[in-house]
């Protein structure tokens, strides 16, 4: 059981301590041997680009929160065949792309071998 001591004595979230240092648009994605690898999604290297996974039968796709197929998120807004969407090819993620979307959503440039996003 935890005392009101103990209580007294842990940190206060909104204290200096504790305020996030967040780069805009600099994404951590993962490390390497000589150290962590960032990726710079920025206006610079925004791309637009078309959804169309018609040749798979679908009439759109599902978001992804993460790069990686079995991530899908269920979302009402999930771009339909024709969507013109704008975001980032990803380098440290191969085939994938970053939605410009406030929720930070991927999609897979091909599904089944067969390309979804056109560019």
Not at 17 to 39: C, D, N
């Amino acid at each position: 059981m935890l005392s009101a001591r103990t209580f007294a004595r842990a940190p206060v979230a909104n204290s200096a301590r504790f305020q996030p240092r967040i780069a805009p648009r600099l994404v951590k994605m993962g490390s390497t041997q000589s150290g962590a690898s960032t990726e710079a999604f920025d206006a610079s290297t925004k791309i637009n680009f078309t959804l169309d996974a018609s040749q798979n039968g679908c009439t759109g796709m599902y978001w992804r929160s993460k790069p990686d197929m079995n991530a899908s998120v269920s979302a009402p807004d999930w771009p339909r065949n024709g969507a013109k969407l704008q975001g980032w090819k990803s380098v440290a993620h191969p085939g994938w792309v970053k939605v410009d979307h406030p929720q930070g959503y991927w999609l897979p440039i091909e599904q089944h071998g067969k390309p979804v996003v056109h560019f």
